[in-house]
């Protein structure tokens, strides 16, 4: 069975960081794209950072370009979120998914497999 499985999360005060995992297991992550997502209490999801299966391009959204740094270990089946100069908006549910793609992008419709998703909390 194909699963992917967050973890890294927790509270963190603003300006600390933290690093998320994404691990795949009944699959190897080699032939997928991965992206990361999150959605907040009463928002959209909103699309984060990807990666493509070699890791040789990475995409991010505006509002982490800068903090936040994708990558993967396709020996462990992980891909990793490092969170740097977390700021209390970057509060919410964090996911990650995984594409038959061979590009990567942050268009959530694409990826067809999901993690449950880790928290992450950032406080002022």
């Known amino acids: 069975q194909l699963q992917l499985v967050e973890s890294g999360g927790g509270l963190v005060q603003s300006g600390g960081s933290l690093r998320l995992s994404c691990a795949a297991s009944g699959f190897t992550l080699d032939y997928y794209a991965i992206g990361w997502f999150r959605q907040a209490p009463g928002k959209e999801r909103e699309g984060v950072s990807c990666?493509?299966?070699?890791?040789?391009?990475?995409n991010y959204a505006d509002s982490v370009k800068g903090r936040f740094t994708i990558s993967r270990d396709n020996a462990k089946n992980t891909v990793y979120l490092q969170m740097n100069s977390l700021k209390p908006e970057d509060t919410a549910v964090y996911y990650c998914a995984a594409s038959t793609l061979f590009f990567c992008t942050v268009q959530a419709g694409v990826y067809g497999h999901w993690g449950q998703g880790t928290q992450v909390t950032v406080s002022s």
């Open positions: 990666i493509n299966r070699s890791g040789s391009s990475t």
